[in-house]
């Protein structure tokens, strides 16, 4: 038990941990914007919420809130394979600054994405920031297979 | 190996892995209950899935499949980061009482949320039972991040 | 430290860290896959998006973007309690050949699964690789819940 307990211990997975805390932080934050622009907005998706607020009439959708769904699903998309790649690529021993390296490159990436999906920012800005998260995941996934590979 | 295999012999990663284990089963019987009302409404968002039980014109959407799906897509957003911080938390060797009470709070209120939102209970039901997550999971980050920040 | 990280040394680790990543990779190619039929048809659900190919006008759905859309949602909604759940299947130290029979059978019901939702091919065929992915989940996390039950 101690041993596993004691892989904090490990520089690698303490700045995985921390990274991947933060950015799933990130991404639950997209629900509360979301209910933000809904109760402002008076945009429900359900009869209970908008009887809550006093009008029925309030059950359609608003660009802006189908923005931010947007956002929060494409968030999903991009974080459950960081969090599950990054895991494993913990656990094959790369150097801190490389893997510092990755984490911060694609926990900077999602930051960017969501500012530029949010505020609706001109392209490239928001395809930009979404490959560099893909290519952060996508050389640890590499890493991971060439140093784990058994099928 | 045999050290992290006997990590199980933790209490507190044991009950996170039943805990856990648990409502993730709970997010995959959503796929059963919107396959259920696709079934007995016949509606279905696949030209193929209509016409394999004989009627091509069933290709549409219904409330309550839009219902359960919402409610489907609710649970990914909430378990994931619950089952991501929940383990980083459960390797900060936390004391068991308290870890229990996190995960007992954390799934309890993701039932509830599912029987509020399935069933259309009114408000505030389902959002209180969305905010007891919310807060079992932010309570396990800050233990988390306070114990192994690595920037 | 080195006790967690030479976890690696497990064979059932190993190969379940290869084909989860090889699985997480396939569902990473299904944004690839949106973006390939976004840019084809001309096909965009933001405003930015479409005015950086130049013409506003091509924010509206299209049934094959939908499509491969709704392919991707599926597979995060099986594809993370596979990873979740595999990994606690992981650390209960089950025989290698029957560890490697679950994910085998779970990575190629996605891959068919897949196959089956972009090609549009009759029902069941995707019905059933479906169904083949959720049996390898539930048979690990009964061998899980039986082996680390605290609750």
């Known amino acids: 038990m101690s041993s596993l307990l004691s892989s904090m211990d490990s520089d690698v997975l303490r700045s995985f941990s921390t990274y991947a805390t ?3 932080l990130k991404m ?3 629900s509360q914007l979301t209910s933000f622009f809904r109760l402002t907005k008076g945009v429900f998706a359900n009869v209970e919420d908008a009887r809550f607020v006093g009008d029925k009439k309030l059950v359609r959708t608003d660009l ?6 947007r956002c929060h699903l494409n968030d999903l998309e991009n974080i ?3 969090v599950v790649i990054g895991l494993f690529y913990s656990l094959t021993q790369p150097a801190l600054p490389t893997a510092l390296l990755h984490f911060r490159l694609f926990v900077g990436s999602r930051f960017c994405h969501s ?8 392209q490239p800005s928001r395809g930009l920031s979404y490959i560099v998260g893909v290519l ?3 050389s640890m996934a590499y890493r991971t297979l060439s140093t784990v590979l058994l099928l």
Request: glycine fraction near 4%; charge should be positive.
């Open 28 to 30: 639950m934050f997209m």
């Open 64 to 69: 802006m809130v189908e923005r931010v769904r």
């Open 80 to 82: 459950v394979p960081f």
């Open 115 to 122: 500012v530029s999906y949010v505020g609706a920012l001109p």
């Open 136 to 138: 952060a995941t996508a």
């Open 22 to 24: 933060i950015v799933v």
